[in-house]
């Protein structure tokens, strides 16, 4: 298997040299953003006074535009020359958000998040982060080998990485976005234990793993944008998808977190309908738990949910006996 690389261009290496030193800039200054869910960033923003940005977080976190004036020329000039930032009507406005996370910053697109190639980070990931953490707690299992499914902005396997310094992690994603900016969040954590690949689920990487965490799109989007979709079944497929395919590659004792959604139609829970046949057999010991038993509450509005009675976010933990 070939690592690979997440800078192919000059131009590439150069803008993610350019992202990690803001990164280091914004680390040194104390920034702080914890992100929020799009309604709730939507209802900020739109307050009044909040239509243009007056500091860091603003633009940083906010994804509010600003004036030319608001950062050291050299550095907008810089942002500006690797397309960091972009001008709209006479204003700047950033196409990255920085959040904070145990002491972490973390690089993802910029709110709102619309474009295919978005990498998401909300709620979702400090309730995977939270899991992830309880989980190596609590576990007896030593970790060398582990990866992070579509790990988006890499938060999962830094957190492992942080953890299990002795550990090789794996951070696994179709998308080229999200495999750069987990080489930045990588390196501004100072974790060297961590490579970024390109792999649909686990068909890019090989050989068996001590722990494998996904935290997968699971939502029905009408756009099929890769970073919200989860296919069928309002969603679940794909969080099935990487349940099947993740039990087959666990070491013994291994373990597979899965942080997802399961929509319920007629008090039926279609992902764990789905899932349980799956982990209910010789060889297996798995637990469920409903983390949030309702998440996206506004998506019941729309056609495709029609059916659905809510959306719960759950971990299904699952250990190789």
């Not at 794909?238 to 319920?264: F, M, W």
């Not at 829970?269 to 469920?288: C, E, N």
């Amino acid at each position: 298997m070939n690592q690979v690389n997440v800078c192919p261009t000059v131009e590439g290496a150069e803008l993610d040299q350019v992202l990690l030193q803001l990164g280091r800039r914004l680390q040194a200054d104390g920034y702080r953003f914890v992100t929020v869910t799009p309604l709730t960033h939507q209802r900020n923003n739109e307050r009044p006074g909040n239509a243009v940005a007056r500091d860091l977080r603003d633009v940083f976190g906010w994804s509010r535009p600003f004036e030319y004036n608001l950062l050291p020329e050299v550095e907008t000039a810089a942002l500006l020359e690797n397309a960091i930032v972009s001008e709209q009507s006479g204003l700047l406005r950033s196409e990255v958000r920085w959040s904070s996370l145990g002491g972490q910053l973390f690089v993802h697109s910029a709110y709102p998040t619309v474009a295919q190639d978005s990498v998401f980070f909300g709620p979702d990931t400090y309730r995977f982060a939270r899991a992830i953490e309880k989980h190596l707690h609590e576990s007896r299992q030593p970790i060398r080998s582990a990866v992070d499914i579509g790990c988006g902005s890499g938060a999962g396997a830094i957190l492992i990485a942080l953890a299990c310094r002795e550990a090789q992690v794996q951070a696994v994603d179709i998308n080229p976005a999200a495999l750069r900016f987990t080489a930045v969040n990588a390196a501004l954590a100072g974790v060297a234990n961590v490579a970024a690949w390109h792999s649909d689920v686990l068909q890019g990487t090989s050989g068996d793993f001590d722990l494998i965490v996904a935290n997968p799109p699971y939502m029905q989007d009408p756009q099929a944008r890769a970073y919200r979709d989860g296919g069928g079944e309002l969603g679940s497929a794909l969080s099935v998808r990487i349940a099947s395919e993740a039990l087959a590659r666990l070491a013994p004792g291994g373990s597979l977190l899965l942080y997802t959604g399961a929509p319920s139609v007629a008090g039926v829970d279609l992902f764990l309908s789905q899932a349980q046949p799956l982990v209910d057999v010789p060889g297996f010991q798995w637990t469920y738990e409903e983390v949030d038993p309702d998440v996206f509450g506004e998506e019941l509005e729309t056609p495709g949910y029609r059916q659905a009675e809510r959306i719960a976010a759950v971990v299904l933990t699952v250990t190789r006996t």
